[in-house]
């Protein structure tokens, strides 16, 4: 029972770092139709530029900050650079200028250093001990993120004017543009945003694992499988999906070999798929790819 | 199929025979006078050597050894150069891919026409262009890159300057020998190559070299670092006297984070992953990083005075990249290129490379470096002899300096 | 209309002129990098017709690459002419290629695109893994190639595998065109832009989709063997998302939907990698720079915007 709760925590934590990843994309995906492969690349530079001002003496919380500012605006930059101009080409074109910008980013930081480095957690103590489960609080501090930010955003999208006018150009672009809304400044916010979540999952998960230029590439992949796994562009399917992998991840982990764990959540999706072609919550809409 | 006309060919023989003896005679005495002439690479002035590494992608860190050898070079050249001649270096980026290691293999004997090759952290990629090298005979002396089957089946022009990865294990099952008290052993290992191979073959030299210790279980950790809480139980349930693990830094800092508060207070082997006054750093903590060995090649611990000119290169020319185990180990690969080099005289061909690292025995920090004469059927002609130590922190400090040991007793001595 | 006929002959003689005259003019080097060019044009005309004609989201690209590099290159080492590896390569490549497509096909896009990671996932695990027959981590040797028709004697020199490769190369291109211009492929194209239509026509897009995974795997897998042959190791770890993203861009540089485009990819990507290797430090800059670039001038590819802006210029001469 012990382990089972120790897994439980483990699991969601990873798993909420995760969701944020598969989130932000989803978001992107579904108001710009692209699936932003840069997004690891995101996800590192948030935790390398973090990294490196509190290595260079600046207090944790200010780091966290202006690493998430730095990242959201790289995120805009991308879209001025190599979204807008490809705006009416093909899907395959925007998706490798996306990626074509995760190489740039991630030679940078590959320039800069070659180095692997520890990231000093947010709490100081590394394990926490509650009766005979001992945990690490940083799981805790990722779920908390993850129900905090995803509130925040179901709150947005619901209740307030910006809100809504995005869900609706979402929706249906055409119409958006008939009735006068300013797309291309949604287009800017989506990926400032999903630019946003993918720094916040990567200083969450850094003091877990190692900071480095290629540090973004699993979890690129995993968060793409947590799509999948949550139905293609469904905003819950991708928190779920992302809970999902990071349980089925742990859980491999645990009780088969850590060699299928990381296999683990892929097989899950490729079995998933087999039955379910449209994923748990999917309802296949926005799935449809115009033109590759 | 024309069956004809062997007469015509009969009488004209002798005359065509005569004719093709004469160039045979011209070809040879050119080609002797040739013979004489500079191999490629290298003229009065320089010599020129290709240096590959994968200095960007998964495997960048282990670039940084090639960074040292290249400040090295660097700093030869300042101080006059060889006999005379500058190094002349052209770099490539492998990527740690097997093809791209080939083509820069080409592109440096068939285009750039180098003298030489210095390079090589990634064994997969240089176990694949074992054969090429062999084919072009150029003398190829390797920086970091560990796995025994580099040199096992052995290959004339390729120097193995590492202690190798069979080395290793069999100076894991030789320092758990020397500990008369280590009866049962327990062996865990990430789920990725580096620590599956490894653990493997340190199985196999614990069972052929220290067989009063009785291996009790063998466990798999997340080379991600997920808590690797139930394989610390499982191997707490064999209560071992030694434990052997092996895992990249991350892992093995979580590993002895949960490991030391969870009971499991033996000692700790590792191979060359990761040293103990790192850990110590990484955990924050020295206690949680006492008494665990690691592999360590060098002679004298890793502060020491004696690596301190090194350390100084480096810094001055890779001011941004960290100072570890990593980049010091080029030193030696560099170290023994620049004294062969210079033993070799004015006589700088490859075959004389060859024979002359057959012959020479080159002082470095790891030791005494000596190769010998080109057996087909002995790696240990193409691997130097490093014997490999074990570094640990000191148990009379209070920081994190270590100390080298060798043996069990060596480690006794040192805490008395 | 002739003198356009007589054009479309020229250009594609004067090239295969070009490519037999090459060995005799470049160094070894660059014999060896056309050559792997061969092996990669042989997979990209392939790719091509899952992934740019029948307009599939095929991830596929390295696993069946891989596929092809360790049945042509266990077999070799078996002591199998390397004719029958060949052949046992693009059987392996159909056979496991309609398997996989039986299941996965009816997927819609972004999900077939999971499977096809998944697929390279689970062949990287059963070859790190089933060490007996795959050699585990390390892979194994594979020796060089011998082919029955030669007379059974090992080739070796770069010109020899250059001059087998342009025979491999050649062929393929020839019948990937013939494909792309016959039923099939038009079948292809319009179960691509119009599925509804398709079933209106009488097309079983399910079919036509499934055919354009099994044909483009065998060409992978052919493809593969031969970059086996010539990387002279098989390593699970060359067949996994570099391998898929180089195939990738190779199309998409070149030019989808085009053979010609994407055998020019090929040539352009594997030389463009190689002149990467030069520049210690920032290739990743480099490379994401250029390919950014690439994408934002030239829509079509290369070869597709080229090709375009130079049948206008063609067209105006007439």
Redo the contacts between chains.
Sequence with gaps: MTTFIQVLIAGLGQGSVYALMALGLTLILRSTTVLNFSHGALYMAGAFIALELIRAGVGYALAVVIAIAAVALIGAIINFLAFQPLLHKEHVTQVFATFAMSSIIVGIVGYVTVDQRGMPPILPMQSVRVGSITFNPQYLIMIGVLVVAGTALALFFRYTRAGVVIRASTDNLRGATLVGINVRRVFLIMWTLGATLAAIAGILAAPTTLVSATMGDTPMITALAAMTLGGFGSIPGSVIGGLLMGLLETGGNFYVSTQLGGVAGFIAVFLLLVIRPRGLQGSGRHVEVRRV | MDLGKPALDARHTTGRTALAAATLLAASVVLAASAQAADPGVTDKSIKIGVLAPFSGPASVYSKAANMAMAIYKDVNAHGGINGRQLEIVSADTRCDAATLQAVIRKFVEQDNVFMISGGSCSNAIIAAKPLIEQYGIPFVTINAASAKISEPPVRNLFHVKATSDEQADAIARFVASNPEAKTIALAATSDEWGQTSIATVKQALEKDARQAKIATNQELDPKGADPTPAIQKVMAVKPAVTVVFAYPQPMTIFLKNARPQGLTGPIVTGDGTRPDEQATRLGSRAAAENFFSIFGFAAPFDAPSHDNYKKLFAKEYPKLDWDSVALEGAVSAKFNVEILKAMGNNVTRDNFIRTAETTTVESISGPLKFSPFDAKNKLTRRPGIHPNFSVLDPKATGTQTIVVNSWSDWLKAKK | MSALRRGSVAVPVALLIVAIALPFLL????V??FS?AFAYIIAAVGFDMA??RA???AFTGSAFFGLGAFVAGRLATLGVPTELTLLAAIAAGAVLGFLYGA??V??????FA??G??LM??LN?FY??AEAITG????F?IPAPSFLLAGGGTL?SATAMYFVGLCLAVPAFIVARLIGRSRVGRSWRVA??APAVAEGLGINVWRARLLAVVLSSAYLALGGAW?GY????F?P??FM??QL?LL??ML?IGG?RSVTGSALGAVILIWF??Y??????????????S??AC??LF?RGIYGTLSNRFRGFRESLL
Excluded: K, P, W
Excluded at chain 3, 136 to 139: A, H, K, Q, V, W
């Design positions: 160094n070894g080097y660059h060896f990098i792997m992934l740019g307009g599939l989201l299941v996965t009816r997927l819609q896009a972004y999900y999971i499977t990671i998944v996932l689970l695990f790190r893994n585990g981590y390390s892979g040797s070796r691509r832009e970059f010539l990387s002279l190791r390593l770890e060359s998302f570099e993203l990738f861009l998409i989808l990698n190689q990467l290797a030069e520049f210690v430090g920032v290739s990743d800059i480099i490379y994401g720079i390919l950014l994408v934002l829509s």
